[in-house]
Structure formats: C-alpha cells, structure tokens
C-alpha cells in the first residue's frame, strides 16, 4: 500500500520558514518523480515545487528563490524549505509522487502565513 505522509506544516508569521517533509512508503522511492503542491480556499490546486528521480529541480516564480525542494532516497522522503514566507503561501500543501503517470497523493499539511 503506496503512503505518503506529510509533515513540517503550522502557521509561521511573514517572513518566517518551515520546513514541509514528506516520507513515502509501498513504493521504489528513487523511481519517483516528486512534487509539492498548494491549494489556497477556493483556488485550484498549483505546482510549488518538483524534483525529478535525478535530482533536477523546478519551480514557478512565484516561489523562486525562497522555496527549496530536495530529496533523500535512502529515507524516502522529500522536504520543502520554504522561506521568506508570505501571506499568499497559506494553504494545504500536497507532496505527489509520480512514475510513468502513476500517481500518488499525500493527505496535505495546512501552512498558515499570518501578515
């Protein structure tokens, strides 16, 4: 059974940082493509960060320069360092773990950006 168990959320004021982790089990971990993504109230679901199963990052601009995405294969698990934190980063954030389009989803971390 594929789990993905996020952690490392909470609420942080602006210009604060967190530290998101998410461990995987069930799955070959270093196969995996891995992402983080967000979900704002009444918006859609968005790309925060990836990570390919070689080690190649990417990230919107909204994020760039103040997010971090990287992983470690023999813990399985992929973390999320988030700094300069600002209001509009509140949300759930979601680790996603994809290989040749199948794909799993954590149950989120809420991340809270008080100004």
């Known amino acids: 059974q594929v789990q993905l168990v996020e952690s490392g959320g909470g609420l942080v004021q602006a210009g604060g940082s967190l530290r998101l982790s998410c461990a995987a089990s069930?799955?070959?971990?270093?196969?995996?493509?891995m992402g983080w993504y967000r979900q704002a109230p009444g918006k859609q679901r968005e790309l925060v960060a990836a990570i390919s199963s070689g080690g190649r990052t990417n990230y919107p601009d909204s994020v760039k320069g103040r997010f971090t995405i990287s992983r470690d294969n023999a813990k399985s698990t992929v973390y999320l360092q988030m700094n300069s934190l600002k209001p509009e980063d509140t949300g759930v954030y979601y680790c996603n773990a994809n290989f040749n389009n199948y794909e799993h989803w954590g149950q989120g971390t809420q991340v809270t950006v008080s100004s």
């Open positions: 069930g799955i070959i971990f270093s196969f995996y493509a």
